[in-house]
Every structure is written in structure tokens, then in C-alpha cells.
């Protein structure tokens, strides 16, 4: 083993120096995971030289990593509140924030389930929705359930999912009535149907809130890929996957 | 500070009241599987040997999934067990299947650990005095698997203190119903500015499971210092 050890600590060493070329960290919320592996590849296409790593993760646990230290250049937020925790902790400059897309909040379901309004919702026994604690589909959804004042009364029917992702599994599987999911989610699912479409009057805007790290600035293959998610490819890209940027300001 | 919501002290009652009850039914299983595999001479023994110990290899989330898929409102067992009036799905009592299949694994190893160690003389005596199969199963094999199956109980226990993959997928995070520390401890990890109260349960989750090894290598000891006597 002592023999083993120097042997060992240089293999370390060349991992790690490896991973310093023209690498680009990506901290991106999970609901943006398909989008991004598209314009990943298509960014590739062009600049074969850069290595972009995707990390995807609940933004909370991305924002989290973060302000611990992890190495990340390029940070997307399913939620303007975790961006707006890291500019608190001085790890991202507002400056460089800007809006990449934004999505919407709708319920689906088995077809079975005929809802006209939203009001409707009370016609069904079991509701997913991402755990309005820490995802922030479910923070919305709850806020679209208070503002109409059909929260006391469901919230026992509610079934917080750990994201997204796995409230749509219960819907698809049946085991739920309905389950508050974003479009985009909605569009990929099988054989669960969108049943309503929240009014937006209901919940703010979802917006996906984009930043270059205090790291990241200091990496122009990091500057060169923020540029590129604002170019109209980029943008058409994630049209294709449902988000679509409202130009609301 | 320490200071725990009223759910927070839900799911530390709750993590509790499935971890014992996972435990204390899957200890007369635990001790058939053992049983079977150290004393039965029936086929395909490595195969269940495998079978058995899948849950302490595989990912939680493919055992909460293939859960999920089985004891769902459409899984062929859900459906089964629907008519009888039993639900799992999203109910803490498929946090005691998810749990217990588990910490499973775990028991029937030190059961099983625990019959291999028995003189095959005091069988063979046994037999010879005129003892069934079943006779030499109650007087012979099962006292002295006793201190076995205390020391399973307690890893399996800690092990269902624990779960999280297999159990969120099968029952969701329902605050006040389904939701155990692990959970509890996942949605403040989530929050901004939900450290301290993550850090609160991750204490209590710590000195929990402390204890529960503690008393596990105690026993252990024990039955060591009796046996080298």
C-alpha cells in the first residue's frame, strides 16, 4: 500500500489538472434538463474544444452547492428566489443576471377527469404537487390554491412529491387525480393529459433567472456559453422543449 | 437554538413508530429466510440467498419505484389489496414496507451469521433424543438465535430510521402523515434559510441512530464474552 500511495496521489493530481481545460461548470435547475442537453450539443457542435459539464439538480440544492464552494460557472434557477439568495451572499453579481425563459403552470391528469374551471380541482380526491417547501413548482401551486381560496379546503388532499418530475409520475401512474406540474413537464408525459391551465392572474410569473458566477466571469469559454443561450438558436431551442420567453419586459 | 415544530416532532414519532413496526415484522421473516438458508436443503438457495440481499445493493429509488409500480392504485398487489380496504401507497404504512424491505437484508444476515455458529452436535443430539423437525427448530435453534436476531433488529432498525429513497417515492412528503426525519430533513435542506431547523433533526436523527449501535455492539459483546466462556 505506502508503495501505492505517490503512485496513487498522481493519478489524483492528473484528474484534477485534466479538468481545468477550457471546462465550463453548469449548475441547471432539473426541469430544464432535456432543453439543456440539446444546447449543449449544439453549442459542442461549434466549439468542440470546450468541455460543458451539466449539473442538474433542484435549484435549491444547486444553490446550495454553490454557496459551499462547489465549482460552478453558469447558474440556472427555476426561481428568482435562490438567485436572489446568492446575490445576498455576495456569490453572484446582479449585474450579470438576466431572464433566460420562462414557463407556465397547468394540471394534468387522466382524460377521465373533465375540468372546466378552477374551481373544478375540488371534484378531485388526491392532488400532486412538488413539495411547496422546497420546489418551486409546489410553491406556486400553492400560491394558485390560496389566492383562490381553495387552499384549507384541498390541502388534505394534497400529496407533495419531492419535484416535479415525480408528481407527474403520479399522474401518469393513476395514483393521483391530478397533479400541478409546468407545461413543459407536461408536455413530455405519456399518459397523463393537461386537464386545466392555471390562470396566470393566480401565481407570479415562472421565470428561470440566469447568472454567470463570480467564478464564471473569469472564464471566458463560461462568458462565450452565457452568450450563446441569448442567441436566437438558443432560443429556438427551448421553444422546442415548450419554454418560451414572454416579453414582458 | 433546539427548537422542533409540531411537525418535526411528528416525523421523529412517526420514524420511530415505523422503524419499530418494520422491524418487528420483519423479524419472524427474517428468521424463516435464515432458516431456510442455513438448514433447508431446498433448490436454488444461492438464488434467494441473492434475492434477498438485492435491497442493500440496489438503489432505494428502484426499490421505491418497483414498490411504487406494485402497490400502486393500478399495480397488480395495490389492486389486490384494495379490496380489502388496505392502502400503502401514500399512507405510513408503505413507509413500513419500503423501510422494512430495506433493513431486510440486514437481519437475515445476522440471523443467519447467528444459526451457522450452532454446534451441528446439538442438532445431531437433538435428532437422535427423538426431536422433530420442528421440536429441535423451538428448543434449539431459535434460543440460541435469539442474540442473532436482537443484533439484526437493531441494524435493521437503524436502517429504517434511515430510509428515504425507497420511502419517498412510495408515500410522498406529506407533512403530518407520511413524512419521517430523512424527509423532513430533505425539505429543509431545500429551503432558504432552513438550516437550523435541518440541523435540529439531523441531531435528534444522529443521537437516534447513536444509541440504536450502541446497543447493538453491547448485545454483541455479550453474547461473545458467553460464548468464550
Known sequence: MRRLLPILLLLLCGLTTEGQAATVHLSVAASLTNAFNELISAYQQQHPQTRLLPNYAASGALAKQISQGAPSDLFISANPKWMAYLVENSLIDLQQTWTLTSNSLVVVGAITHKLDSFTDLLKLQRIALGSPVSVPAGQYAKQALERSGLYAELEPRLIPAKNVRQALLYAERGEVDGAFVYRTDALLAQRAKILLEVPQSLYNEVTYPAALTRQGEQNPDAIAFAAFLKTDGALEILSEYGFVLHSLH | MFELSPHDLFAITLSAQVATIATLLSLPVGFGLAWLLVFSRIPGKSFLDGLINLPLVLPPVVVGYLLLLTFGRNGWLGGVLSQFNIQLIF???????????????????????????????????????????????????????????????????????????????????????????????????????????????????????????????????????????
Not at chain 2, 414496507?97 to 446439538?122: K, N, T
Not at chain 2, 428448543?139 to 432498525?157: C, D, E, K, R, W
Not at chain 2, 429551503?191 to 435541518?198: K, R, S, V
Request: net charge positive; charged share 10%; hydrophobic share 45%.
Open chain 2, 91 to 229: 399512507s405510513w404504512k408503505g413507509a413500513v414496507l419500503a423501510s422494512g424491505l430495506i433493513g431486510l437484508p440486514l437481519m437475515v444476515r445476522s440471523i443467519r451469521i447467528g444459526m451457522e455458529q450452532i454446534d451441528p452436535h446439538l442438532l445431531h443430539a437433538a435428532r437422535t433424543l427423538g426431536a422433530t423437525n420442528l421440536g429441535t427448530l423451538l428448543t434449539i435453534v431459535l434460543p440460541l438465535s435469539l442474540p442473532a436476531m436482537f443484533s439484526g433488529a437493531t441494524l435493521s432498525f437503524a436502517r429504517s430510521l434511515g430510509e428515504f429513497g425507497a420511502t419517498m417515492i412510495l408515500v410522498g412528503n406529506i407533512p403530518g402523515q407520511t413524512q419521517t426525519i430523512p424527509l423532513a430533513i430533505y425539505d429543509y435542506s431545500n429551503t432558504p434559510g432552513g438550516e437550523t431547523q435541518a440541523l435540529n433533526l439531523c441531531l435528534v436523527s444522529i443521537t437516534l441512530s447513536y444509541l440504536v449501535l450502541l446497543i447493538n455492539e453491547k448485545t454483541l459483546r455479550r453474547v461473545r464474552s458467553r460464548q468464550s466462556v
